[in-house]
């Protein structure tokens, strides 16, 4: 078609909106969640912004299989980094990557094609991915152990673990959450207030009002996972009705400072929050009318 972009200037579209939505996501002041107005957890905004950088190429190479983006990706963050700062991130943006690659006129279309088209070799190029990173509560399980050799296709081994992880779901989902929960909370905050930091953070806050954040609930258990989800609905509330940041930003920050202390970090929430403004970025940069909702 007359509007289609040739092969390297897609892939740099893709790179553009993969950093501006991790650098969306780093200047709202999630709760609990690393960000510009404060580190936490042994980590800084800058080194979520270098680990951007670093992942980038990786997951935006043309024609490169998921599995093969997620653990150069992860390999890439580590030799700059040093640390697992993104793996959730990582697991989230390579097959929407993949998926805008061939200018979709439906982004969501294309993904769930992505999706069903895993394999076992990306599956164990993931698995050694996630063994590299090492996040918190990853533990051993009965079937399709990371630890092990992967004998099942990507989206069978995520369906495995999609009942107790909010990532591993989205695999199975054709990433739900992001279009029917992430897009719409982002589509109404970018209506309704003031700015896209605030939009960002409306949208982190919705996620963690949803439903019980993953990552909470692995480390601490479902019930502390509950008391924060229950937090975040009451400031949400708060956040919408605030005429500007600043007027929510001393709540944000005290409760931010309390998770802190406590060791809480609602990551899958914030990496759920990357991947919808990567949709949302995805969508603004492709050729318009080719990637409609």
């Known amino acids: 078609m007359s509007d289609a972009l040739a092969p390297g200037e897609v892939s740099r579209r893709i ?30 905004a800058a080194d979520f912004m270098r680990s951007a950088d670093a992942a ?31 793996l959730g991130i990582i697991l989230l943006c390579a097959p929407l990557a993949a998926a805008a690659e061939s200018q979709p006129h439906d982004l969501r279309a ?3 094609r992505v999706l069903h088209a895993l394999d076992v070799e990306d599956a164990a190029a993931a698995f050694r991915a996630i063994v590299r990173a090492s996040p918190a509560g990853l533990g051993h399980a009965e079937e399709h152990d990371v630890h092990a050799p992967a004998i099942v296709t990507l989206r069978a081994a995520m369906a495995e673990a999609a009942d107790r992880d909010r990532i591993a779901r989205q695999y199975v989902t054709d990433f739900a959450d992001v279009f029917d ?48 989800r229950r937090q975040a609905s009451w400031l949400r509330v708060r956040a919408l009705a605030a005429p500007r940041l600043e007027d929510v930003l001393p709540e944000l920050l005290v409760w931010d400072k309390e998770l802190k202390d406590a060791g809480i970090n609602p990551g899958t929430s914030a990496d759920l929050t990357v991947a919808t403004l990567f949709v949302h970025r995805l969508r603004g940069l492709l050729p318009t009318g080719r990637n409609s909702a």
Request: with cysteine; proline share 6%; hydrophobic share 45%.
């Open 181 to 228: 929960v992430g897009e719409p909370l982002l589509d109404a905050a970018l209506g309704a207030l003031p700015d896209r930091r605030s939009a960002t953070l409306a949208t982190y806050l919705g996620f963690l009002a949803a439903f019980p954040d993953s990552h909470i609930c692995r480390k601490y258990g479902t019930a502390t996972a509950e008391r924060v």
């Open 56 to 86: 980038t190429g990786p997951l935006t190479v043309p024609g490169a299989r998921v599995g093969v983006r997620i653990l150069n990706a992860v390999d890439a963050t580590f030799a700059d980094v040093g640390t697992n700062t993104n």
């Open 110 to 112: 294309s993904l769930a």
């Open 15 to 44: 790179a553009d909106a993969f950093i501006a939505a991790c650098r969306d996501e780093l200047d709202a002041p999630k709760p609990g969640n690393v960000h510009a107005f404060a580190d936490g957890h042994r980590m800084t």
